[in-house]
Protein backbone atom coordinates (compact mmCIF):
# COMPACT_ATOMS: atom_id res chain seq x y z
CA UNK A 1 0.00 0.00 0.00
CA UNK A 2 1.31 3.53 -0.76
CA UNK A 3 2.23 5.82 1.93
CA UNK A 4 0.32 9.09 2.71
CA UNK A 5 3.97 10.39 1.88
CA UNK A 6 4.38 9.08 -1.34
CA UNK A 7 1.24 9.55 -3.27
CA UNK A 8 -0.17 12.66 -5.22
CA UNK A 9 -3.47 14.14 -3.54
CA UNK A 10 -4.19 15.65 -6.25
CA UNK A 11 -3.76 13.14 -8.95
CA UNK A 12 -5.76 10.19 -6.41
CA UNK A 13 -8.81 12.59 -5.70
CA UNK A 14 -9.13 12.68 -9.56
CA UNK A 15 -9.51 8.86 -9.39
CA UNK A 16 -12.12 9.13 -6.78
CA UNK A 17 -14.19 11.52 -8.74
CA UNK A 18 -13.93 9.14 -11.60
CA UNK A 19 -15.01 6.65 -9.34
CA UNK A 20 -18.18 8.10 -7.73
CA UNK A 21 -18.78 9.83 -11.02
CA UNK A 22 -19.49 6.64 -13.07
CA UNK A 23 -20.50 4.19 -9.95
CA UNK A 24 -22.38 6.85 -7.82
CA UNK A 25 -21.44 7.56 -4.36
CA UNK A 26 -23.84 4.87 -2.52
CA UNK A 27 -22.61 2.45 -4.52
CA UNK A 28 -19.05 3.31 -3.84
CA UNK A 29 -17.79 1.60 -0.40
CA UNK A 30 -14.51 2.88 0.89
CA UNK A 31 -12.93 -0.50 0.13
CA UNK A 32 -13.28 0.38 -4.00
CA UNK A 33 -11.59 3.16 -3.10
CA UNK A 34 -8.51 1.41 -1.17
CA UNK A 35 -8.80 -0.65 -4.44
CA UNK A 36 -9.26 2.12 -6.94
CA UNK A 37 -5.83 4.08 -5.71
CA UNK A 38 -3.42 1.76 -3.97
CA UNK A 39 -4.03 3.34 -0.72
CA UNK A 40 -4.50 2.35 2.45
CA UNK A 41 -7.54 3.25 4.95
CA UNK A 42 -4.90 5.34 7.19
CA UNK A 43 -3.83 7.50 3.88
CA UNK A 44 -6.64 8.54 3.05
CA UNK A 45 -8.61 9.38 6.30
CA UNK A 46 -5.12 11.49 7.13
CA UNK A 47 -5.39 13.03 3.81
CA UNK A 48 -9.03 13.68 3.39
CA UNK A 49 -11.52 12.48 6.06
CA UNK A 50 -13.71 10.12 5.61
CA UNK A 51 -16.19 8.75 2.27
CA UNK A 52 -18.20 12.10 2.67
CA UNK A 53 -15.25 14.71 2.87
CA UNK A 54 -13.75 12.82 0.23
CA UNK A 55 -17.27 12.56 -1.95
CA UNK A 56 -17.21 16.71 -1.14
CA UNK A 57 -13.55 17.03 -2.59
CA UNK A 58 -14.36 15.48 -5.46
CA UNK A 59 -17.27 17.34 -6.48
CA UNK A 60 -15.69 20.84 -6.01
CA UNK A 61 -12.98 19.54 -8.26
CA UNK A 62 -15.53 18.36 -10.93
CA UNK A 63 -16.92 21.78 -10.80
CA UNK A 64 -13.61 23.89 -10.41
CA UNK A 65 -12.32 21.35 -13.62
CA UNK A 66 -15.19 20.24 -15.50
CA UNK A 67 -18.47 22.61 -14.73
CA UNK A 68 -16.66 26.04 -14.25
CA UNK A 69 -14.36 26.31 -17.37
CA UNK A 70 -17.62 25.23 -20.04
CA UNK A 71 -19.69 28.08 -18.25
CA UNK A 72 -17.32 30.32 -19.36
CA UNK A 73 -16.89 28.81 -22.15
CA UNK A 74 -20.67 29.98 -22.94
CA UNK A 75 -20.40 33.49 -21.27
CA UNK A 76 -17.59 34.63 -23.14
CA UNK A 77 -19.53 33.33 -26.74
CA UNK A 78 -19.94 36.23 -28.66
CA UNK A 79 -22.23 34.18 -30.98
CA UNK A 80 -25.28 34.29 -28.27
CA UNK A 81 -28.28 31.25 -28.85
CA UNK A 82 -26.12 29.27 -30.83
CA UNK A 83 -23.21 29.31 -28.39
CA UNK A 84 -26.15 27.84 -26.19
CA UNK A 85 -26.80 25.44 -28.50
CA UNK A 86 -23.39 24.13 -29.25
CA UNK A 87 -22.75 23.60 -25.34
CA UNK A 88 -26.05 21.70 -25.28
CA UNK A 89 -24.75 19.67 -28.35
CA UNK A 90 -21.54 19.19 -27.22
CA UNK A 91 -23.19 17.81 -23.63
CA UNK A 92 -25.26 15.00 -25.31
CA UNK A 93 -21.96 14.03 -27.10
CA UNK A 94 -20.05 13.53 -24.15
CA UNK A 95 -23.34 11.82 -22.13
CA UNK A 96 -23.81 9.28 -24.74
CA UNK A 97 -20.90 7.87 -26.57
CA UNK A 98 -17.47 7.76 -25.57
CA UNK A 99 -15.35 7.13 -22.31
CA UNK A 100 -18.21 8.83 -19.88
CA UNK A 101 -21.25 7.69 -21.89
CA UNK A 102 -24.00 7.05 -19.46
CA UNK A 103 -21.88 8.29 -16.63
CA UNK A 104 -24.05 11.74 -16.21
CA UNK A 105 -23.06 14.55 -14.22
CA UNK A 106 -21.20 14.24 -10.55
CA UNK A 107 -23.81 17.20 -9.70
CA UNK A 108 -26.68 16.45 -11.01
CA UNK A 109 -26.06 13.02 -9.54
CA UNK A 110 -25.86 14.56 -6.48
CA UNK A 111 -29.46 16.36 -6.70
CA UNK A 112 -30.89 12.68 -6.55
CA UNK A 113 -28.39 11.23 -3.91
CA UNK A 114 -28.63 10.75 -0.31
CA UNK A 115 -25.99 13.16 0.23
CA UNK A 116 -27.65 16.21 -1.08
CA UNK A 117 -28.80 16.34 2.23
CA UNK A 118 -25.31 17.47 3.47
CA UNK A 119 -25.36 21.67 3.92
CA UNK A 120 -21.99 21.74 2.29
CA UNK A 121 -23.00 19.43 -0.73
CA UNK A 122 -25.98 21.66 -1.21
CA UNK A 123 -23.61 24.36 -0.77
CA UNK A 124 -21.67 23.84 -3.98
CA UNK A 125 -24.62 22.51 -5.39
CA UNK A 126 -26.22 25.67 -5.48
CA UNK A 127 -22.88 27.46 -6.70
CA UNK A 128 -23.27 25.49 -9.63
CA UNK A 129 -26.56 26.50 -10.15
CA UNK A 130 -26.33 29.88 -9.99
CA UNK A 131 -23.18 29.70 -12.24
CA UNK A 132 -25.06 27.95 -14.63
CA UNK A 133 -27.75 30.41 -14.94
CA UNK A 134 -25.51 33.05 -14.81
CA UNK A 135 -23.37 31.56 -18.07
CA UNK A 136 -26.90 30.78 -20.21
CA UNK A 137 -28.19 34.34 -19.21
CA UNK A 138 -25.21 35.54 -19.97
CA UNK A 139 -25.69 34.19 -23.72
CA UNK A 140 -29.34 34.49 -23.59
CA UNK A 141 -28.94 38.99 -23.59
CA UNK A 142 -26.18 38.21 -26.14
CA UNK A 143 -29.03 36.90 -28.13
CA UNK A 144 -31.47 39.76 -26.77
CA UNK A 145 -29.23 41.93 -28.26
CA UNK A 146 -28.59 40.81 -31.62
CA UNK A 147 -32.19 40.33 -32.46
CA UNK A 148 -32.16 36.16 -31.90
CA UNK A 149 -34.70 35.74 -29.13
CA UNK A 150 -38.75 36.14 -29.38
CA UNK A 151 -39.53 39.56 -27.97
CA UNK A 152 -41.81 37.87 -25.16
CA UNK A 153 -38.39 35.55 -24.07
CA UNK A 154 -37.10 37.18 -21.24
CA UNK A 155 -33.01 36.25 -20.36
CA UNK A 156 -33.45 34.92 -16.45
CA UNK A 157 -36.49 33.01 -16.91
CA UNK A 158 -35.16 31.80 -20.14
CA UNK A 159 -31.52 31.06 -18.68
CA UNK A 160 -33.27 29.17 -15.15
CA UNK A 161 -35.30 27.39 -18.09
CA UNK A 162 -32.19 26.06 -20.07
CA UNK A 163 -30.47 25.39 -16.85
CA UNK A 164 -33.10 22.69 -15.76
CA UNK A 165 -32.50 21.15 -19.13
CA UNK A 166 -29.07 20.81 -18.67
CA UNK A 167 -29.88 18.35 -15.75
CA UNK A 168 -32.39 16.93 -17.68
CA UNK A 169 -29.94 16.04 -20.62
CA UNK A 170 -27.31 14.80 -17.56
CA UNK A 171 -29.99 12.53 -16.11
CA UNK A 172 -31.74 11.08 -19.07
CA UNK A 173 -28.64 10.25 -20.64
CA UNK A 174 -27.75 8.53 -17.27
CA UNK A 175 -30.27 6.12 -17.92
CA UNK A 176 -30.14 5.54 -21.40
CA UNK A 177 -31.25 8.44 -23.21
CA UNK A 178 -30.47 8.40 -26.72
CA UNK A 179 -28.50 11.42 -28.37
CA UNK A 180 -31.25 12.03 -31.11
CA UNK A 181 -34.15 12.13 -28.67
CA UNK A 182 -32.31 14.67 -26.38
CA UNK A 183 -31.44 16.83 -29.40
CA UNK A 184 -35.10 16.90 -30.32
CA UNK A 185 -35.70 17.86 -26.98
CA UNK A 186 -32.98 20.54 -27.37
CA UNK A 187 -33.73 22.27 -30.07
CA UNK A 188 -37.31 22.27 -29.12
CA UNK A 189 -36.37 24.13 -25.89
CA UNK A 190 -34.25 26.67 -28.04
CA UNK A 191 -36.95 27.11 -31.13
CA UNK A 192 -39.52 27.89 -28.28
CA UNK A 193 -36.94 31.14 -27.56
CA UNK A 194 -36.08 31.79 -31.11
CA UNK A 195 -36.49 34.76 -32.77
CA UNK A 196 -39.29 33.38 -35.37
CA UNK A 197 -37.87 35.93 -38.18
CA UNK A 198 -34.36 34.58 -37.47
CA UNK A 199 -32.66 31.15 -38.89
CA UNK A 200 -31.56 28.55 -36.94
CA UNK A 201 -27.76 28.91 -36.64
CA UNK A 202 -25.24 26.75 -34.92
Known sequence: MADIKHFDPDATLEMVLRLFWKQGVAATGVQDIVNATGLNRSSLYATYGGKQQLYLAALNRYVATRSLPAFRQIAEDE???PAAADFFHGLISVRTSGEHARWGCLVANAHTGA????????AVLDRHH???CDAMR???????RGGQLAASADPAAAAELLALLAYGVNMRSRAGGDARSLTRTVDTALDSIRNPDRERQG
Open 79 to 81: RGL
Open 115 to 122: QSDDPAVQ
Open 130 to 132: QAL
Open 138 to 144: SALETAK
